[in-house]
């Protein structure tokens, strides 16, 4: 077992069911020490249920988990002081101001009192609220609810931070926010963070991801590698009639077209997609609104594995 | 383990103080329940279970401390079913500290809100003509305590798998009220029909009841007029009952 220690956290055969109802089935992952690991699913793919089973909420009925090299299975307490765990919902008693939220969360890691009050201070400052501290959390804005729970996380010094669905309910401009506050604590704590999300563009910074549907894992691996997998780039031609176009241009050969709503896709069998696509923005002018070159995305390859649209997925948007 | 109990309890008790209309509210209902009641009923009632003075305040008065006990009971596992849905809950299962820990957190902090109400409420016993010495007032803290510890645990063990405040409440007036109405509180068993005395009896409160009231008729410097041993028994017995179900069942984890 000397080798996992080089995984933040590694799990092999995974597998979990309520009751009768089967919610994951034979999910392994392995999240690299420093690294950023994405479990993307959209909604019911089983990404939560995963997630309260790493962050030991859910008991591991099947497979194996190791989180900095000791067992989650034998050792549940070691780990759960070496992870810190940001929830959907903030974990975050809104009666309580915020420093005696994060001297709650201390004592409940069993800190030091004395080393905690400068702790909390550290913390604090690290998320630029050190001057709320004493202002009760109900009072606070959704973005600053945040900080403080990041600053509440961050008080136990974990060395792997678990995150689910972190930016739900946030307006974009506090999403990106919390996500530089997040790469940047990144950097200075050489921190592992694995995060959740059902959002495409969100996974793109990841290193790695963990493609989840119905319970399975659909895909894995390095961005860039899946994307590369994924084939060519291609032409998306917007057009208000699709199929009548498709037709028109499957006639011009070694190309690969396919119509979808309110575009067609045309992928080069040969050649590169940028003089392809001058040619058929000339060739096709009066029909196409506009022409973009594109990289496949995470979603082109949620449609090869699943055959769906990731839009089309139940329960999303 | 003991640090993140402590910190728990201490966590109910500034909730409870930071929310004026929870504290105005565990106070003043059964005051005015106490009040309205007995005053109400008067001398209406009087059977051969009545000690002391003969009119329903004095009889009343030991049920309302039990009420009190029991309302706080109630408020502070209700919060379970919040801290759970609010995503609070999430927090304290993923630390080091352990299930356990809240369980005896939450317990600590009701019992100890219940017997500061439970105190603050005596002090009106002269009023329904009670005296309570310091010797009497020992065995009504520890019963008292007892009895909230008890109840907390109860209500805890009801509020654990729930997902929902309504449905709590549904359950809580399907449980607790006959529970205290049966326990002598309102009415004595003497007068009872014989289906009512016969549930009673197995009604571990009466026992609870029982207790408060014998103390609470201690005249100052006299003896005790009933053996606690019993009630003391079958309070500690099945407290330690209810205590232990919830440890087992907060540590089953999904």
């Excluded at chain 1, 008693?93 to 890691?109: A, I, P, Q, S």
Aim: aromatic share 8%; net charge positive; hydrophobic share 45%.
């Amino acid at each position: 077992m000397a080798e996992s220690s080089l995984w933040a956290v590694e799990a092999e055969g995974v597998g979990y069911s309520y009751g009768r109802k089967r919610v994951l089935e034979n999910i392994s992952l392995r999240v690299e020490e420093g690294g950023m690991f994405c479990i993307l699913g959209p909604n019911g793919s089983g990404k939560t249920t995963l997630f309260k089973i790493l962050s030991t909420i859910f008991a591991l009925q099947e497979g194996e988990v190791s989180v900095a090299g000791r067992s989650l299975r034998q050792f549940p307490t070691p780990v759960r002081k070496k992870i810190g765990v940001l929830f959907q919902n903030p974990a975050v008693d809104m009666k309580l101001t915020v420093r005696e939220n994060l001297r709650f969360h201390g004592n409940l890691y069993g800190l030091d009192t004395h080393d905690l009050e400068k702790r909390i201070n550290k913390s604090l400052e690290a998320l630029g609220v050190e001057d709320r501290g004493g202002e009760l959390v109900e009072n606070l804005s959704g973005g600053l609810r945040r900080r403080v729970e990041i600053a509440k996380v961050l008080l136990t010094r974990p060395s792997i931070l678990l995150l689910d669905e972190p930016t739900t309910g946030l307006d974009p401009a506090i999403r990106s926010e919390l996500w530089s506050i997040i790469s940047g604590i990144r950097n200075t704590r050489k921190l592992s963070v694995l995060f959740t999300t059902h959002l495409l563009e969100e996974a793109e910074p990841a290193d790695e991801i963990l493609l989840l549907d119905q319970g399975r894992s659909v895909a894995s691996g390095k961005v860039a590698d899946l994307r590369s997998s994924l084939g060519k780039e291609y032409v998306r031609l917007g057009t208000y009639q699709p199929k009548k176009l498709a037709a028109r241009i499957r006639k011009e050969g070694e190309i690969e077209v396919t119509a979808e709503p309110a575009s067609v896709k045309v992928v080069p069998v040969r050649g590169l997609a940028a003089p392809l696509a001058i040619k058929l923005w000339r060739q096709y002018n009066k029909e196409v609104t506009s022409v973009t070159l594109c990289r496949p995305t995470l979603e082109d390859l949620f449609l090869q594995k699943t055959g769906r649209h990731w839009s089309s997925t139940p329960g999303e948007f | 383990m003991m640090q993140a109990s402590f910190s728990l309890a201490l966590r109910e008790i500034v909730r409870f103080l930071r929310q004026k209309n929870r504290v105005i509210g565990a106070l003043a209902t059964p005051v005015l329940f106490w009040f309205l009641l007995g005053s109400g009923v008067g001398r209406s009632l009087v059977t051969p279970g009545f000690r002391g003075r003969l009119d329903y305040l004095t009889y009343f008065f030991p049920g309302i401390i039990l009420l009190i006990v029991l309302f706080t009971a109630i408020f502070s596992t209700v919060s379970i079913i919040e801290d759970r849905r609010e995503g609070f809950l999430q927090g304290v299962l993923v630390a080091p500290a352990g299930r356990s820990a809240i369980l005896f957190g939450k317990i600590m902090g009701g019992t100890l809100l219940a017997v500061f109400q439970a105190l603050v409420v005596m002090l009106l016993a002269p009023y329904s003509d009670h005296h309570p010495d310091a010797r009497v007032l020992f065995h009504l803290i520890a019963m008292t305590s007892l009895l909230a510890v008890g109840l907390t645990a109860l209500g805890f063990l009801i509020a654990w798998p729930m997902d929902s405040t309504q449905g709590f409440h549904a359950l809580i007036n399907l449980f607790f009220v006959p529970l205290w109405f049966l326990s002598g509180a309102l009415f004595p068993a003497g007068g009872a029909a014989e289906w009512v005395r016969t549930l009673m009896r197995f009604n571990p409160l009466s026992y609870g009841h029982e207790a408060l009231q014998g103390l609470l008729a201690t005249k100052q410097g006299q003896p005790l007029p009933i053996d606690l041993s019993q009630d003391y028994s079958i309070i500690c017995a099945t407290t330690l009952l209810l205590v232990m179900a919830c440890a087992f069942q907060v540590s089953r984890r999904s």
